[in-house]
T-cell receptor, first 110, second 113 residues
Framework: QKEVEQNSGPLSVPEGAIASLNCTYS??????FFWYRQYSGKSPELIMF????GDKEDGRFTAQLNKASQYVSLLIRDSQPSDSATYLC??????????FGAGTTVTVRA | EAQVTQNPRYLITVTGKKLTVTCSQN?????MSWYRQDPGLGLRQIYY???????DKGDVPEGYKVSRKEKRNFPLILESPSPNQTSLYFC????????????FGPGTRLTVL
């Protein structure tokens, strides 16, 4: 079993819709959870992090964490064409290592 | 400008020819890390460094070496590259291990023939 698994893509949504991205992780001791965005040909950049169960909102992005279910998600509201990218879920089980999922590619149709 | 730089950005080489990919950060970060990114596999950690002269293996260290003689530099060395090391490589740094955000370099696309 992979340490971090993301729902397979690609995910295509119309402009203005909600894009929902899911991620599960295997290490129950994981403490920190991150969402990175990676545009084609570019390096990953951090868009959200979450530590506690529940929701965390930042602009059009909402991260949701459920440690009991070992599940973290990212919602993108009012999706824009500029949101078209690959989204990487990352989990920090200890201070030394960040484990990444394979990524979900999102395409926002104008 | 705060940044992580990598060189070269693109490299085509042949099996067995030793190469070094340089990584440098100007943010006085303690923690640095190397990843490789392959389709369907995501980012996998090769090596990381907690500070000067402190390095350790990540998930896929075979065939790679690193050194951390200075805080700002963390080169990745392939002593005898093989075709299965063809990949996109990213260097990243953060203020300290476990910090919220890792800053990534622009990537190095390596092809080993």
């Amino acid at each position: 079993q992979k340490e971090v698994e993301q729902n397979s893509g690609p995910l295509s949504v119309p402009e203005g819709a909600i894009a929902s991205l899911n991620c599960t992780y295997s290490d129950r001791g994981s403490q920190s959870f991150f969402w990175y965005r990676q545009y084609s040909g570019k390096s990953p950049e951090l868009i959200m992090f979450i530590y506690s169960n529940g929701d965390k909102e930042d602009g059009r992005f909402t991260a949701q964490l459920n440690k009991a279910s070992q599940y973290v998600s990212l919602l993108i509201r009012d999706s824009q064409p500029s949101d078209s990218a690959t989204y990487l879920c990352a989990v920090n089980a200890n201070d030394y290592k960040l484990s990444f999922g394979a990524g979900t590619t999102v395409t926002v149709r104008a | 400008e705060a940044q992580v730089t990598q060189n070269p950005r693109y490299l085509i080489t042949v099996t067995g020819k030793k190469l070094t990919v340089t990584c440098s950060q100007n943010m006085n970060h303690e923690y640095m890390s190397w990843y490789r990114q392959d389709p369907g596999l995501g980012l996998r950690q090769i090596y990381y460094s907690m500070n000067v002269e402190v390095t350790d293996k990540g998930d896929v260290p075979e065939g790679y070496k690193v050194s951390r003689k200075e805080k700002r530099n963390f080169p990745l060395i392939l002593e005898s590259p093989s075709p299965n090391q063809t990949s996109l490589y990213f260097c990243a740094s953060s203020l300290f291990a476990g910090d919220n955000e890792q800053f990534f370099g622009p990537g190095t696309r390596l092809t080993v023939l």
